[in-house]
C-alpha cells in the first residue's frame, strides 16, 4: 500500500504570518492603486512608456486583487489568480524600470513588495495545509 500524503493545518503563528504579509500587500499594492488618477501616478505609467489607459487598467486588477486577498470567504482559486496578477505586476515593474531608468534605485519597492508577496503566498499553503 503506498503511503498517502497527510496535509497539515497551519499553526496560529502561520496564520498571523500570512494576515501580516497579506495585509502588508494590500496595502502596499492595492490601496495605493485608488490613487490611479493623481499627477504622480499619471506621469509615472507615461514616464515608462505604457499607454493611458494601462493605468486605469492596473489600478482596477489591483483594486480586485486587493479585495480578493483580503476577504477571508473568497475561494483560493480566485486568490490564486490575484497572487499571480500581483506577481505579474511586480516583475513587470521591475523589468520596466530596469529597461527605462538604467539603475537599481527604483527597482527596490517593487523587489520588497515581490519578497512579501511571497511570504503571503507561501504562508497562504500553510495555513490551507498544502504544504
Known amino acids: 500500500?503506498?503511503?498517502?500524503?497527510?496535509?497539515r493545518k497551519g499553526?496560529?503563528?502561520d496564520t498571523v504570518i500570512y494576515w501580516v504579509f497579506t495585509s502588508l500587500i494590500v496595502l502596499m499594492d492595492a490601496v495605493p492603486a485608488i490613487g490611479f488618477n493623481t499627477t504622480a501616478?499619471?506621469?509615472?505609467?507615461?514616464?515608462?512608456g505604457?499607454?493611458?489607459?494601462f493605468r486605469i487598467e492596473l489600478a482596477l486588477g489591483k483594486?480586485?486583487?486587493g479585495i480578493l486577498l483580503i476577504l477571508?470567504?473568497?475561494?483560493?482559486r480566485l486568490k490564486e489568480w490575484a497572487y499571480v496578477g500581483f506577481g505579474i505586476s511586480l516583475i513587470s515593474?521591475?523589468?520596466g524600470h530596469?529597461?527605462?531608468d538604467k539603475g537599481f534605485g527604483e527597482v527596490i519597492p517593487a523587489l520588497v513588495g515581490l519578497g512579501i508577496l511571497t511570504v503571503s503566498y507561501v504562508y497562504f499553503h500553510k495555513i490551507k495545509g498544502v504544504y
Do not use: Q
Open 1 to 7: 500500500m503506498a503511503p498517502t500524503a497527510v496535509a
Open 11 to 13: 499553526t496560529k503563528k
Open 41 to 48: 501616478a499619471i506621469e509615472g505609467i507615461r514616464h515608462l
Open 50 to 53: 505604457f499607454p493611458g489607459y
Open 63 to 65: 483594486i480586485i486583487g
Open 72 to 76: 477571508p470567504l473568497v475561494p483560493a
Open 93 to 95: 515593474a521591475i523589468i
Open 98 to 100: 530596469l529597461a527605462v
